[in-house]
């Protein structure tokens, strides 16, 4: 089986983790937690979302963080944008990229973005003559790839008609996402086969949650069809607030450990994204899913009295 030899993992978490916490994280908490993953090696993020402070309070504080992060090494900043004046705060604060979404299906579509599938595809060409006339790179992203909690299994048909319109508006980069963790590897396998057979010559990027434990067997998947890129939440922090029982997205650093103990680079010093997972823990005040933070990597050894034994 032949694998990407290196791998993009996009930090997630500053945006898909905290937009659900109920108490809002302070914007220097923020700050220090993005930079401490730059430090650990991570070069790619979804910083936060220049979205209605009304809709996600918990981001209302969106420029204040793109501010204060550190620049100094190429990390590439992106930041999801609902609408075109979204598009111009995100341009403004100085991102590198922008995110657009839309669902693949129509119900989930409506719930998470209050607008048929229609009206979003057609809005798009605004948001992508603002960011590009700033200079900022656009990534698009399709919700509900692999099912809707509402719909059921989604027809490729309708990814299909996002990608299509994605590519028409040149767009390079395109999520495919498991936005309520319904993914099997198998329909991954598939998904990713058909979208590379149709546009050659795309770089994809998997968004997987773990909400019925199948995430990193997806990713799996992912690399079993040559894909390289993935999104992951530091400490498995997250969850759709637009879908019922969602859970978080797949652990930064259970994936990050993964890849490594599969040979795939990642350019990411595990030991301080595990150091960076128990601080996250620290301010969200709760037990957070992710496993390697609490075992440690496959060979942490222990001594043998320091563990209770079996005797008698």
Same mark, same amino acid.
């Given at each position: 089986?032949?694998?990407?030899?290196?791998?993009?993992?996009?930090?997630?978490?500053?945006?898909?983790?905290?937009?659900?916490?109920?108490?809002?994280?302070?914007?220097?908490?923020?700050?220090?937690?993005?930079?401490?993953?730059?430090?650990?090696?991570?070069?790619?993020?979804?910083?936060?979302?220049?979205?209605?402070?009304? /809709?996600?309070?918990?981001?209302?504080?969106?420029?204040? +963080? =793109?501010?204060?992060? %550190?620049?100094?090494?190429? #990390?590439?900043? $992106?930041?999801?944008?609902?609408?075109?004046?979204?598009?111009?705060?995100?341009?403004?604060?100085?991102?590198?990229?922008?995110?657009?979404?839309?669902?693949?299906?129509?119900?989930?579509?409506?719930?998470?973005?209050?607008?048929?599938?229609?009206?979003?595809?057609?809005?798009?060409?605004?948001?992508?003559?603002?960011?590009?006339?700033?200079?900022?790179?656009?990534?698009?992203?399709?919700?509900?790839?692999?099912?809707?909690?509402?719909?059921?299994?989604?027809?490729?048909?309708?990814?299909?008609?996002? /990608?299509?319109?994605?590519?028409?508006?040149?767009?390079? +980069? =395109?999520?495919?996402? %498991?936005?309520?963790?319904? #993914?099997?590897? $198998?329909?991954?396998?598939?998904?990713?086969?058909?979208?590379?057979?149709?546009?050659?010559g795309k770089t994809w990027d998997l968004h997987f949650h773990n909400t019925r434990g199948l995430g990193l067997a997806?990713?799996?998947a992912g690399l079993q069809a040559g894909v390289g890129h993935y999104d992951s939440s530091l400490g498995g922090l997250?969850?759709?607030?637009?879908?019922?029982?969602?859970?978080?997205?797949?652990?930064?650093?259970?994936?990050?450990?993964?890849?490594?103990?599969?040979?795939?680079?990642?350019?990411?010093?595990?030991?301080?994204?595990?150091?960076?997972?128990?601080?996250?823990?620290?301010?969200?005040?709760?037990?957070?899913?992710?496993?390697?933070?609490?075992?440690?990597?496959?060979?942490?050894?222990?001594?043998?009295?320091?563990?209770?034994?079996?005797?008698?």
């Amino acid at each position: 089986m032949s694998y990407p030899t290196r791998v993009t993992v996009t930090e997630v978490g500053p945006r898909d983790g905290l937009q659900i916490e109920p108490v809002f994280v302070p914007t220097a908490t923020k700050i220090r937690l993005i930079n401490d993953l730059i430090a650990a090696g991570v070069r790619s993020f979804e910083a936060t979302s220049f979205v209605s402070p009304r /809709a996600v309070p918990q981001l209302r504080d969106a420029a204040e +963080v =793109i501010a204060g992060l %550190d620049r100094s090494t190429g #990390a590439k900043i $992106l930041a999801l944008v609902p609408n075109p004046k979204g598009a111009e705060l995100a341009a403004k604060a100085g991102v590198d990229g922008v995110v657009i979404v839309v669902s693949a299906s129509e119900s989930h579509n409506r719930s998470n973005l209050n607008r048929s599938v229609a009206d979003s595809l057609a809005g798009f060409k605004d948001i992508v003559d603002i960011a590009r006339g700033a200079g900022v790179d656009v990534h698009g992203a399709i919700a509900t790839s692999f099912g809707c909690p509402f719909e059921g299994d989604v027809p490729l048909a309708s990814v299909y008609r996002i /990608a299509d319109r994605f590519a028409e508006l040149g767009i390079q +980069v =395109i999520g495919v996402c %498991d936005t309520t963790g319904m #993914a099997t590897p $198998l329909q991954v396998s598939r998904v990713c086969t058909a979208m590379q057979a149709r546009y050659p010559g795309k770089t994809w990027d998997l968004h997987f949650h773990n909400t019925r434990g199948l995430g990193l067997a997806n990713v799996l998947a992912g690399l079993q069809a040559g894909v390289g890129h993935y999104d992951s939440s530091l400490g498995g922090l997250g969850g759709c607030p637009f879908a019922p029982g969602a859970t978080g997205n797949i652990c930064t650093e259970d994936l990050v450990h993964m890849l490594h103990e599969m040979d795939i680079e990642t350019g990411i010093d595990l030991g301080k994204l595990v150091e960076a997972a128990h601080s996250l823990e620290r301010t969200i005040g709760r037990v957070l899913p992710g496993q390697v933070m609490k075992a440690g990597p496959r060979l942490t050894l222990h001594a043998c009295d320091a563990v209770a034994r079996a005797v008698g």
